[in-house]
């Protein structure tokens, strides 16, 4: 895995812009194999914890567009 922002450096960044932290996903050899094949994580690896990762940033964008929405957990 590697963190492009450094291990925490995103969710430092979106506290110093004062912005929502919605998630943090490291590039990691499997997605962009996988992406480079046209087969996204979520699809090809639905239980694996990156799917897992992408799930979560999805529902926190869907709760701050769509607050009244009930979404199951992931």
Same mark, same amino acid.
């Not at 996204?40 to 699809?43: A, D, G, K, R, T």
């Not at 709760?63 to 957990?73: C, H, V």
């Given at each position: 895995e590697s963190h492009i922002f450094g291990d925490g450096g995103a969710e430092r960044t979106a506290k110093e812009m004062e912005l929502d932290f919605l998630g943090d996903v490291a590039l990691h050899s499997e997605i962009c194999q996988l992406s480079d094949k046209g087969q996204?994580?979520?699809?090809s690896r639905p239980d694996s914890k990156h799917t897992q990762y992408y799930k979560a940033i999805a529902s926190k964008i869907v709760? !701050? +567009?769509?607050?009244?929405? !009930? +979404?199951?957990?992931v």
């Open positions: 996204p994580v979520v699809v709760a !701050k +567009l769509w607050p009244e929405t !009930k +979404l199951p957990s």
